[in-house]
């Protein structure tokens, strides 16, 4: 299949398959594009989780700056022929040890940081759109954490903060969307359910659907089918309204992490469906949940 040909089968769903989960048509796919090539791979979800917009932007600003660096080359390079009995660089050179390393360490934290929480708000407008149109129970990916429960914890506050009106930019406004957050590295993934208090009580005034939904009875189905010995799967939060927890591979064990990311979507989507908060192809059901309909995944 071309490159074309798969672009044009993925604005319709979110696998080659169409089905909630990929298959082996998705692996083959994958592995056409890409090979073995890990770093690659990376780079293209980190790449993938800024807009096209966003893209073009620091398109735009990396010739500039190239532009400008070779204007300074070129004049670096008249003072250096001017110059050349002179020495006193060396000892520039010399007084310059190491003394970046920590600053710079904390600028990288800091970058991260922002990179994490501007994913989330962007993620939770996504989110808060298809609230609007009655996908109340979602599942979204996550890059930027990279597995990092803290960090996801962090993207989290930032999808539920109240969206600022006089903003340039919209980021936020998801705090009434119930969701599963999903992020991984090699080494795990973790995974944040959030259900807005409302959705957790049939009676609540403003849960129409008069189905109440605990974040403990979504993390326990999501993650009934987990591969291997079923294990894995560490709870470090737990309460009705919010479920924090990580999954650690064990080969040994049978336990892989993108299998069981991929079960813990597959039983996300079987057990709401159960709920009857998901549609069938031929329902007319308003909610929808699967990841065609879910962003970043």
Not at 4 to 22: R, S, W
Not at 101 to 129: F, S, W
Not at 187 to 202: M, R
Not at 248 to 254: A, F, I, L, T, V
């Amino acid at each position: 299949m071309s490159l074309i040909e798969l672009d044009a089968k993925l604005l319709k769903q979110a696998y080659v398959e169409g089905g909630p989960t990929p298959t082996a048509a998705d692996a083959k796919e994958f592995a056409e594009l890409f090979g073995n090539h890990e770093n690659v791979i990376q780079w293209v979800a980190r790449m993938a989780s800024y807009y096209a917009a966003e893209r073009k932007e620091l398109a735009t600003a990396t010739v500039a700056k190239k532009g400008k660096g070779g204007d300074n080359k070129k004049e670096a390079a008249k003072k250096g022929g001017d110059n050349k009995e002179k020495k006193p660089a060396a000892k520039k050179q010399e007084k310059k040890p190491a003394a970046k390393p920590a600053p710079k360490k904390a600028d990288d934290g800091e970058k991260k940081m922002r990179a994490v929480i501007k994913e989330g708000g962007k993620k939770a407008q996504d989110l808060a759109g298809l609230a609007d149109m009655g996908s109340l129970f979602q599942l979204a990916n996550l890059s930027e954490p990279e597995g990092d429960l803290e960090l996801t914890s962090k993207a989290l506050d930032a999808m539920n903060v109240q969206v600022d009106p006089s903003a340039e930019e919209r980021k936020g406004g998801a705090d009434k969307v119930a969701k599963i957050l999903l992020s991984a590295n090699d080494a795990q993934f973790c995974c944040i359910v959030d259900v807005p208090e409302y959705l957790t009580k049939a009676d609540h005034p403003e849960n129409t659907r008069k189905i109440a939904v605990s974040a403990q009875e979504w993390y326990k189905a999501a993650f009934s089918t987990l591969p291997g010995d079923g294990q894995g799967g560490e709870v470090v939060e737990e309460s009705t309204t919010r479920v924090k927890a990580i999954y650690k591979p064990d080969p040994e064990k049978g336990r892989y992490t993108l299998k069981a990311k991929d079960a813990v979507i597959g039983a996300s989507f079987t057990f709401l469906k159960s709920k009857q908060l998901v549609i069938d192809d031929d329902s007319d059901d308003e909610f929808i949940f699967g990841d065609d309909d879910m962003p970043g995944c």
